[in-house]
């Protein structure tokens, strides 16, 4: 890696805010800061809406002043980290930006195409390891944002666990329907998933383990079974157990 690719700027928003250039942290306001944030998730937006998206509680002009401020704050650094093209706001293309990595891998992995492009980041670690999108921010396009990123994690940490099952890959198939049960633990095709992994090392038991174990969560939080395509997956004769039969 050059010295100029290890100096680029790079914006962390899973886990929290951090601006970077290279190993050195840059302190900016919270102003800035929700700029950043905004137009690294938006990619690009007019100044009036994202003026009355960041300051929705005050007069227009009032937030176009305070968008004015915050570019100005920002052109004070080594480099303009944000493009102005007529109305239009967008981030500079120098930018590396961890949640668009994260939309990237999951949209790779989600991909049903028959030729899919190549993937520009090894989606494993990207969605295994991901931490919540801007953790603390309780603005509305932030709620919106962190529940868009969610849902596509989900999803691709569903296909990534059968993807790697299919390749004979047992562990990490493991960890990836593990981890969507963590973030969703009512979410059945995840724990469909845990137990396919287990199923196809032989664990039956295990299987039958985490599949009464999410029966019980299942029947006590929302007083449903699960589908009859979980029971489905088991051998005949678990089959008969698990439905009491």
């Given amino acids: 890696m050059s010295t100029l690719e290890a100096e680029a700027p790079r914006l962390r ?30 990619h690009h937006s007019t100044r009036t809406v994202v003026a009355g998206t960041l300051w929705p509680d005050v007069t227009e002009e009032r937030a176009h002043g ?8 920002l052109h004070q650094g080594r480099e303009s980290l944000v493009r102005s093209e007529g109305d239009t706001l967008e981030l500079a293309a120098s ?19 028959p030729q899919p492009a ?29 529940e868009r990123l969610r849902q596509l ?32 633990p009512l979410r059945e095709s995840a724990h469909r998933a845990v137990v396919a992994v287990h199923l196809a090392e032989h664990n039956v038991v295990e299987a039958t383990r985490h599949y009464r174990a999410f029966r019980d969560l299942l029947h006590s ?9 979980f029971v489905g997956m088991f051998p005949m004769g678990a089959q008969a157990r698990l439905t009491g039969q």
């Avoid at 050195?24 to 700029?35: E, Y």
Wanted: hydrophobic residues 50%; glycine residues 8%.
């Fill in 153 to 184: 994690r989900l999803h691709a940490l569903d296909a990534l666990a059968h993807r790697l099952l299919r390749e004979g890959r047992h562990a990490l198939a493991l960890e990836a329907a593990l981890e969507s049960v963590r973030i969703e």
């Fill in 221 to 229: 939080e929302l007083g449903v079974e699960p589908s009859v395509r």
């Fill in 95 to 113: 930018v590396a930006v961890d949640a668009r990595a994260l939309m990237d891998s999951a949209l790779h992995v989600v991909d049903t195409s």
């Fill in 13 to 42: 928003l899973l886990g929290g805010f951090t601006l970077t250039y290279g190993p050195a942290a840059v302190d900016v306001g919270t102003a800035v800061q929700r700029l950043l944030a905004y137009l690294g998730l938006r």
């Fill in 118 to 146: 190549v993937p520009p980041h090894d989606p494993i670690p990207w969605l295994l390891f991901a931490g919540e999108l801007l953790p603390g921010w309780d603005d509305e396009w932030i709620l919106f944002e962190r």
């Fill in 66 to 73: 305070s968008l004015r401020t915050a570019l100005w704050r």
